[in-house]
């Protein structure tokens, strides 16, 4: 009796709710809102200095502010994110009690303490080693210890998720296998695993370094295994934005995956081949063989892109499938026409998915090619690249389900619905721009680490043409935007949570968002659980073969112009 007091039935979704796990939720989802307020704090000062005409701050400043920015966008605002999902994905999805609350707890806490030590280490002012913390670059002991902390706490994390499915098996709360969105889940936390763990091997030997108990660490072998943990926290973010994806197809169309089983094995390409990826950080680098770098950048890292083009075939082709069904059926695009685009839980998800594929995706498979890779290598091209994946594709879809949970787990009503529905589309637009112009100003050659692109000063200097000059601006203009609809963000969440009027409970199944802006709160919950297939055969959804072709015809277009740009440096002596 004592534990069934502890669940709560949710009208909104139809989901039996876990308080301890909601109270895990709430706080992980509260961290990362923070550590994105911020990053994005840091991104706008950044971005003024990045503009030409701007130039804002002097080089110190630059790289300390770039390392506090990297760190608190790329790992912390992500994983404390990323956790609440693992939570939401076991618990609350599967209808069982969280394993080890207790545990949990002393996970978010560990979490907590090591993203402020690290902050503290790098505002301190001598540990602006940049995300990637190269050695022979010395920073404070606490900047390690401050990652390895919060590492741990993740890895703590997600052996609690796994618990939590023995659990939910055991007791039987669900049958047959694991709904998609969980799997998606599980999918994130075992690539978390790898990720952690390769951090610990290389991270734990450099603090023993900073605090002087070993004399030296290779610098090959620490870039070598760096970027098994480096870049695959990002495949992390891949699952997990995906898992949101169909989250989303549930929650606003009843959605099911085209074919589930194929949903199913594009996620199993991700644990098999996603962390392969990290290679093209190392593509220029001596000491690795020629037979290595072929076979991560060519066999290897083409599977783990199908994952990526099925599931960005799967997720609209099932929106498709339940639009045609509601009689959305004129022409190719009604489905896509008639969505509701003034839902910031769709409009999010949706334009995530698109500049996820077409910008992110794209852009990192000509990264990833060896050849094309030493054009693009260290040049502003690469964080375009990983704005167009991280920001655009992860960043925006989780602002996305957060209005969605914002009343199903917050229990709060949205503030600010009107801001709340333009928010995804400037901030959107804004990180699209950025990705773009930056991708732009790197194929002319802008470098990615140096802070003024004029080199005013530098007896050595070189002059990049009039049109890098002018993508940088519009990058910075875009990264502006972007930083006005993040801002946007923050407000709406920060005043829902704290200011926003309360939805209670046994109230809950009166309250409806209004018209085109909230989700169709049909049992989202049943919903996310369904298994099964809506269509057999791609051509129950030809709009989205249509768009799937547009996108197979831009790649093809774009990987043989960077093919030609290669080709102007072949006459080279």
Same mark, same amino acid.
């Given at each position: 009796?004592?534990?069934n007091?502890?669940?709560?039935?949710?009208?909104?979704t139809?989901?039996?709710?876990h308080?301890?796990?909601?109270?895990?939720?709430?706080?992980n989802?509260?961290?990362?809102?923070?550590?994105?307020?911020?990053?994005?704090?840091l991104?706008?000062?950044?971005?003024?200095?990045?503009?030409?005409? /701007?130039?804002?701050?002097p080089?110190?400043? #630059? =790289? *300390?502010l $770039?390392?506090?920015?990297?760190?608190n966008? !790329? %790992?912390?605002?992500?994983?404390?994110f990323?956790?609440?999902?693992?939570y939401?994905?076991?618990?609350?999805?599967?209808?069982?009690?969280?394993?080890?609350?207790?545990?949990?707890?002393?996970?978010?806490?560990?979490?907590v303490?090591?993203a402020?030590?690290?902050?503290?280490?790098v505002?301190?002012?001598?540990?602006?080693?940049?995300?990637?913390s190269? /050695?022979?670059?010395?920073?404070?002991?606490? #900047? =390690? *210890?401050? $990652?390895?902390?919060?590492?741990?706490?993740? !890895? %703590?994390?997600?052996?609690?998720?796994?618990?939590?499915?023995?659990?939910?098996k055991?007791?039987?709360?669900y049958?047959?296998?694991?709904?998609?969105?969980?799997?998606?889940a599980?999918?994130?936390?075992?690539i978390?695993?790898?990720?952690?763990?390769?951090?610990?091997?290389?991270?734990?030997?450099?603090?023993?370094?900073?605090?002087?108990?070993?004399d030296?660490?290779?610098?090959?072998?620490?870039?070598?295994i760096?970027?098994?943990?480096?870049?695959?926290?990002?495949?992390?973010n891949?699952?997990a934005?995906?898992?949101?994806?169909?989250?989303?197809?549930?929650?606003?169309?009843?959605?099911?995956?085209?074919?589930?089983?194929?949903?199913?094995?594009?996620?199993?390409?991700?644990?098999?081949f996603?962390?392969?990826a990290?290679?093209?950080h190392l593509?220029?680098?001596?000491?690795?063989?020629?037979?290595?770098?072929?076979?991560?950048?060519?066999?290897?890292?083409?599977?783990?892109?199908?994952a990526?083009?099925?599931?960005?075939?799967?997720v609209?082709?099932?929106?498709?499938?339940?639009?045609?069904?509601?009689?959305y059926?004129?022409?190719?695009?009604?489905?896509l026409?008639?969505a509701?685009?003034g839902?910031?839980?769709?409009?999010g998800?949706?334009?995530s998915?698109?500049?996820?594929?077409?910008?992110?995706?794209?852009?990192?498979?000509?990264?990833?090619?060896?050849?094309?890779?030493i054009?693009?290598?260290?040049?502003?091209?690469?964080p375009?690249?990983?704005?167009?994946t991280?920001?655009?594709?992860t960043?925006?879809?989780?602002?996305?389900?957060?209005?969605?949970?914002?009343?199903?787990?917050?229990?709060?009503?949205?503030?600010?619905?009107?801001?709340?529905?333009?928010?995804?589309?400037?901030?959107?637009?804004?990180?699209?721009?950025?990705?773009?112009?930056?991708?732009?100003?790197?194929t002319?050659?802008?470098?990615?680490?140096?802070?003024?692109?004029?080199?005013?000063?530098?007896p050595?200097?070189?002059?990049?043409?009039?049109?890098?000059?002018?993508?940088?601006?519009?990058?910075?203009?875009?990264?502006?935007?972007?930083v006005?609809g993040?801002?946007?963000?923050?407000?709406?969440?920060v005043?829902?949570?704290f200011l926003?009027?309360?939805?209670?409970?046994?109230?809950?199944?009166?309250?409806?968002?209004?018209?085109?802006?909230?989700?169709?709160?049909?049992?989202?919950?049943?919903?996310?659980?369904?298994?099964?297939?809506a269509?057999?055969?791609?051509?129950?959804?030809?709009?989205?073969?249509?768009?799937?072709?547009?996108?197979l015809?831009?790649?093809?277009l774009?990987?043989?112009?960077?093919?030609?740009?290669?080709?102007?440096?072949w006459?080279?002596?």
């Amino acid at each position: 009796m004592a534990l069934n007091r502890m669940f709560r039935a949710c009208p909104m979704t139809g989901l039996k709710v876990h308080e301890p796990t909601e109270a895990l939720i709430k706080a992980n989802a509260v961290a990362a809102v923070v550590s994105l307020a911020v990053g994005g704090v840091l991104a706008l000062l950044i971005t003024l200095t990045r503009w030409p005409a /701007v130039h804002l701050l002097p080089p110190d400043w #630059f =790289y *300390l502010l $770039l390392t506090a920015h990297g760190l608190n966008m !790329l %790992i912390y605002w992500i994983i404390f994110f990323e956790v609440a999902i693992l939570y939401f994905g076991s618990s609350l999805l599967l209808g069982c009690r969280l394993a080890t609350p207790r545990v949990a707890w002393f996970a978010f806490w560990l979490m907590v303490l090591g993203a402020l030590m690290n902050n503290y280490a790098v505002f301190r002012g001598d540990s602006s080693v940049m995300f990637t913390s190269y /050695v022979p670059m010395p920073a404070h002991p606490t #900047f =390690y *210890l401050g $990652l390895i902390l919060f590492a741990v706490g993740a !890895l %703590i994390a997600c052996f609690v998720f796994f618990g939590t499915l023995v659990i939910a098996k055991e007791e039987r709360t669900y049958n047959g296998s694991v709904p998609l969105v969980t799997f998606g889940a599980l999918t994130a936390a075992i690539i978390a695993v790898f990720t952690i763990a390769s951090g610990a091997i290389i991270l734990i030997p450099t603090f023993m370094w900073s605090i002087g108990l070993v004399d030296s660490v290779d610098s090959l072998m620490y870039r070598t295994i760096y970027w098994a943990f480096g870049h695959s926290a990002q495949q992390i973010n891949v699952s997990a934005h995906v898992a949101v994806w169909y989250t989303v197809a549930a929650i606003i169309f009843g959605a099911k995956p085209m074919s589930e089983k194929v949903s199913r094995m594009a996620f199993l390409l991700y644990i098999l081949f996603i962390t392969i990826a990290s290679a093209h950080h190392l593509l220029t680098d001596p000491g690795l063989t020629s037979n290595w770098k072929i076979l991560n950048t060519s066999y290897a890292i083409y599977l783990a892109v199908l994952a990526s083009m099925v599931h960005g075939l799967t997720v609209p082709g099932a929106i498709e499938v339940a639009q045609r069904k509601k009689g959305y059926t004129r022409g190719l695009f009604e489905w896509l026409r008639k969505a509701p685009w003034g839902n910031p839980v769709f409009s999010g998800m949706f334009m995530s998915l698109v500049g996820f594929g077409f910008l992110g995706g794209i852009s990192g498979v000509i990264l990833g090619t060896e050849q094309l890779n030493i054009i693009m290598h260290n040049t502003i091209y690469v964080p375009g690249h990983f704005h167009a994946t991280v920001v655009i594709g992860t960043t925006l879809a989780f602002m996305a389900i957060t209005y969605f949970v914002l009343p199903a787990i917050f229990r709060r009503e949205v503030s600010f619905t009107k801001m709340a529905q333009w928010q995804p589309y400037i901030f959107g637009i804004g990180m699209t721009m950025l990705a773009l112009f930056m991708m732009g100003a790197g194929t002319l050659g802008v470098p990615r680490r140096h802070w003024d692109i004029s080199f005013s000063g530098n007896p050595m200097g070189y002059e990049f043409p009039g049109a890098a000059y002018l993508m940088m601006g519009l990058a910075s203009i875009g990264g502006v935007l972007a930083v006005v609809g993040g801002a946007m963000y923050v407000l709406i969440v920060v005043h829902s949570v704290f200011l926003g009027k309360r939805i209670e409970t046994p109230g809950f199944e009166r309250v409806r968002m209004r018209e085109g802006y909230a989700p169709a709160m049909q049992p989202s919950g049943v919903a996310l659980q369904a298994h099964g297939s809506a269509a057999h055969h791609a051509w129950a959804a030809p709009g989205t073969f249509t768009l799937a072709v547009v996108f197979l015809a831009s790649f093809i277009l774009y990987y043989f112009v960077n093919w030609k740009y290669l080709a102007t440096v072949w006459p080279l002596k």
